[in-house]
């Protein structure tokens, strides 16, 4: 079975923006790899922007998308966070935080006048982005003797495995990136290396 480990984010901030009965939603997408990412993006905004009535957010993360939040910072219960999340997941991606910014213009706009309002200034940042194919992985760290060498750089070669943190000597060690559909094959190659012992690597 062909296991599915690629998915769609964006390459680079992207902005949007709605403007109606004088307030001013002001979109700001953004690729995230984690929740600490998000935090200090949103840290951030909340200080260049701290004049702003709202910092309305959602986000998605992972693979599957199943790390994800939609925070309505004031507004009606479901009327900013929901539908800026609606947005992320129409488009399909995920590794993104969206951030809208309001700028409250005197007049309410409703609740119906809200969700539209989140959602057109997000679908204006959306469209706005270079969206990217992103490889889901695994990093593993492998160790083995100087002997055992050539064959892992042939399994690293054969795969296309990303190296880094290489450490050659006597005994050495290096860390290699392995897309989820490559798992069970790269395990099973590098189970006959003399002397090679590995442990996946958490973040």
């Given at each position: 079975?062909?296991?599915?480990?690629t998915?769609?984010?964006?390459?680079?901030?992207?902005?949007?923006?709605?403007?109606?009965?004088?307030?001013?939603?002001?979109?700001?997408?953004?690729?995230?790899?984690?929740?600490?990412?998000?935090?200090?993006?949103?840290?951030?905004?909340?200080?260049?922007?701290?004049?702003?009535?709202?910092?309305?957010?959602?986000?998605?993360?992972?693979?599957?998308?199943?790390?994800?939040?939609?925070?309505?910072?004031?507004?009606?219960?479901?009327?900013?966070?929901?539908p800026?999340?609606?947005?992320?997941?129409?488009?399909?991606?995920?590794?993104?935080?969206?951030?809208?910014?309001?700028?409250?213009?005197?007049?309410?706009?409703?609740?119906?006048?809200?969700?539209?309002?989140?959602?057109?200034?997000?679908?204006?940042?959306?469209?706005?982005?270079?969206?990217?194919?992103?490889?889901?992985?695994?990093?593993?760290?492998?160790?083995?003797?100087?002997?055992?060498?050539?064959?892992?750089?042939?399994?690293?070669?054969?795969?296309?495995?990303?190296?880094?943190e290489?450490?050659f000597?006597?005994?050495?060690?290096?860390?290699?990136?392995?897309?989820?559909?490559?798992?069970?094959?790269?395990?099973?190659?590098?189970?006959?290396?003399?002397?090679?012992?590995?442990?996946?690597?958490?973040?």
């Amino acid at each position: 079975m062909q296991i599915k480990d690629t998915y769609a984010s964006i390459a680079s901030r992207s902005d949007g923006l709605f403007k109606d009965n004088g307030s001013r939603f002001i979109a700001q997408a953004y690729p995230v790899e984690s929740e600490g990412e998000v935090k200090d993006i949103v840290e951030r905004i909340r200080k260049e922007y701290h004049d702003a009535r709202h910092h309305c957010f959602a986000y998605r993360i992972g693979l599957d998308g199943s790390c994800w939040r939609a925070s309505d910072d004031g507004e009606p219960s479901g009327s900013a966070g929901r539908p800026i999340l609606g947005q992320i997941d129409s488009a399909g991606l995920s590794d993104i935080l969206v951030v809208v910014i309001r700028y409250f213009g005197g007049i309410k706009l409703g609740i119906p006048g809200l969700i539209r309002a989140y959602k057109t200034s997000t679908a204006d940042a959306l469209a706005n982005a270079a969206v990217v194919e992103k490889i889901a992985g695994k990093d593993y760290r492998v160790w083995f003797p100087y002997l055992s060498m050539n064959a892992v750089m042939k399994v690293a070669k054969d795969l296309s495995l990303p190296q880094r943190e290489q450490f050659f000597a006597e005994d050495c060690s290096m860390v290699l990136r392995v897309r989820l559909s490559q798992e069970a094959d790269f395990l099973e190659r590098i189970s006959g290396i003399e002397g090679l012992s590995c442990e996946e690597l958490r973040i």
